[in-house]
Structures are given as structure tokens and as C-alpha cells.
């Protein structure tokens, strides 16, 4: 996988949003070079308006992905909007 400034991949392929809450207007692109399955350990947004995107389906609320399938040259997308920081 490679990653965008605003993701941190660390040596056994985890990504993080980096320590601490997330910022405002953070966009960061994944694109994955193998298949792989993508679980969050820990998942917690502002509703409805930042986001994780795999495949077309966004994850705005909940415990995020779960055992999702990503193929090989897919990219996940996450977003945040101007306003409101979370983990």
C-alpha cells in the first residue's frame, strides 16, 4: 500500500490518521497493491460528514469496516470536512 500526507502506514501495513484527533479538511488517498481485507480497530467520525470510502461504500458512523475485500489496485479514501475533529 502507499499513502498521502494525511496517513501514516506503519511496518506491518496498519494506517492511522496519526496521533491524537484528526484535522480539519484531511483528505488522504490509499492505493492498494495487493488484495487485502480492511478491519478498523478503532473507528469514530463526525456523522455524516468525514468519512472513510472503500470501494464505493462510505463509512460514516458505526465501528467503520469490518473484514471488507479490497481488490489490488483499488484506493481507499478518507475525508474530513472544515469543521468538528475526532480520533
Known amino acids: 500500500m502507499s499513502g498521502s500526507q ?3 502506514i ?3 501495513g496498519c494506517v492511522t490518521d496519526g496521533a491524537g484527533l484528526y484535522g480539519d479538511n ?3 488517498a490509499i492505493m492498494v497493491v495487493s488484495p487485502i ?3 478498523a480497530t478503532q473507528y469514530m467520525v463526525e456523522a455524516s460528514y468525514d468519512y ?3 470501494n464505493g ?3 460514516r ?3 467503520g469496516p469490518h ?3 479490497v481488490p489490488a489496485q483499488s484506493v481507499i479514501t478518507w475525508f474530513t470536512d472544515g469543521s468538528v475533529t475526532g480520533d
Open 6 to 8: 494525511f496517513c501514516h
Open 10 to 12: 506503519d511496518a506491518q
Open 26 to 28: 484531511e483528505q488522504c
Open 37 to 39: 481485507r480492511v478491519t
Open 52 to 54: 472513510l470510502s472503500i
Open 57 to 59: 461504500q462510505d463509512y
Open 61 to 63: 458512523t458505526g465501528a
Open 67 to 69: 473484514g471488507v475485500f
